[in-house]
């Protein structure tokens, strides 16, 4: 059984159609690169799959269940994270914190009053191997918002890998960083690929991270589903080519 | 245990001392017990206000509604159904703290401003009642008629109504379970939801937490805490005031939390104090008391903008 299948999904803004009549199939432990020109609408199909709002037409199964209309948490809830373009995290709080409260949420602890140590035990043991599984573990006391931009962006993953999701979302991990940061981002998602066989769909510029990462590539163009297949398929695919690595060659 | 606990835990004895004490100090410094109760009841509403604003991020400026209905159901009770002031006590919270968790369904569907403006029209509605219907209510002329009572411990009564000292404790005994309440919540995994809603509404949406019966969930808890202070101000003048329920008392316990320390647990305490203790002072000397208090409140918020609590914390750190 597929981990996620979007079927005929479009989203409709006024008269501005951003996505139009896409499908995709994400299989466990499968890692798909979703490409495409600025403004191809891969933000949008992101948003769909996370429930920030919902399809004008078309529905998303996630885990064999219906969750076209379920609002995000609750998509969150059945094992869906995400992570964003501009990284979002609470930059007043240190590494521990901001992992801490995923953790807890994961653990269905968010109405408690308290918890007992036990309970205390297990999260705080999470959150370190969390926190040690993206490299974070000698930072756990600094304060998310002083972190360099890579570290906060493996902050941010880290407290997505905390929900323990059966899908990860990942909005353009490397956007903004330089090439250190983004080689120790791209072995990150690499580790929790291959080693620890999480399903992810990421959205990526970088065409090095793309064909060096994914599975199987979908490229968007002007909302439409251009082309799937593996990297070197559509490496060869000259459709491809024309709208969107020709341009970038 | 590391410095930094201990030096919370020095400043945390450090204020229930000055607490505790306050009655034996304040009359050397030219202050009166009476005093130190209002800067209690008040602070706790200030807390209580808080408790919403600053730790969970959105602003109410219709918290005197809920501050002045605990009022109105404590002097009620005590007037009308029975004379027992822990009674009154728990009339004026479950009615303010009810009506809050009602309107809360409604209230937090909005952000913002509009969040702000939708507490002030709920406010309003409820200070028009209590102005129009003076029947039971007493109208502009507020409730009168009731007085606290003591308190029955079986083999002895408290003499809370003339003694200012024993009502002062009481207050204060009402005030630590209060806090101590509100601390626990805080400390909690619940508490840290509220937390990462303040920190970053759409973070805590992709974690898993159900933004808005987080908020309505602790602006309930806010509306209960809140009654509870407006049902001890009824206690402390044996009188509630339609004006307790006005958006301008709303504003004062805003500007109490802001002025304080809207990021700290105690600024709110502080920013009471300042203020209650300026304006039995300068409300002596003048009728534009009000002006002095709103300059310091500007120059507060222009140089202090974490408040004076957040200034002395930084200062330290």
Known sequence: ?249 | MNAEQIRKLIVLMAIWAALLLAPYWMAPLGGYTALATRVLVLGLAAMSLNFLLGFTGVLSFGHAAYFGLGAYGAGLTLKFLVLSTPLALVAGMLLGGICGAILGLLIVRRRGVYFAMVTIAFGQVFYYIAFQWSSLTGGDDGLRGFSRQPIDFGLFKLDILTSADNFYYFVLFCFALAVSAMGFILRSPFGRTMIAIRENERRSRFLGIPVERHIWIAFTLSCFFMGFAGALYALVNNFADPRGLHYSQSGDFVMMAVMGGMRSFWGPLLGATVFVVLQDYLSSVTVNWMSFVGLLFVLVVLFFPRGLLGFFQRSKA
């Open chain 1, 1 to 249: 059984m597929n981990v996620l299948e979007i079927n005929n999904v479009t989203k409709r803004f006024g008269n501005l159609v951003a996505v139009r009549d896409v499908s995709l199939m994400v299989a466990p432990g499968e890692l798909c690169a979703i490409i495409g020109p600025n403004g191809a609408g891969k933000t949008t199909f992101f948003n769909l799959i996370s429930g920030y709002f919902p399809p004008t037409a078309g529905s998303i199964v996630f885990d064999g269940q219906d969750i076209t209309r379920l609002a995000t948490h609750e998509r969150v809830v059945r094992g869906m994270a995400r992570t964003f373009q501009i990284t979002e995290i609470f930059p007043e709080l240190n590494v521990f914190e901001n992992v801490r409260i995923a953790a807890e949420v994961s653990s269905g602890y968010r109405l408690r009053p308290w918890i007992n140590r036990t309970e205390a035990a297990q999260v705080h043991q999470h959150v370190e191997e969390t926190l040690k599984l993206v490299g974070l573990e000698t930072k756990t006391d600094r304060l998310v918002g002083e972190l360099a931009h890579g570290d906060q962006r493996a902050a941010e993953i880290a407290m997505a890998l905390a929900l323990k999701p059966h899908l990860l979302l990942l909005d353009e991990p490397t956007a903004g960083m330089g090439d250190q940061e983004t080689y120790q981002i791209t072995q990150l998602i690499r580790r929790l690929h291959r080693d620890s066989n999480y399903t992810i769909v990421l959205i990526e510029h970088d065409m090095r991270v793309v064909f060096h990462l994914a599975d199987r590539i979908c490229v968007l163009d002007q909302g439409k589903m251009l082309a799937q297949g593996t990297p070197q398929e559509i490496a060869a695919n000259e459709t491809v080519q024309a709208a969107y690595l020709g341009h970038a060659a």
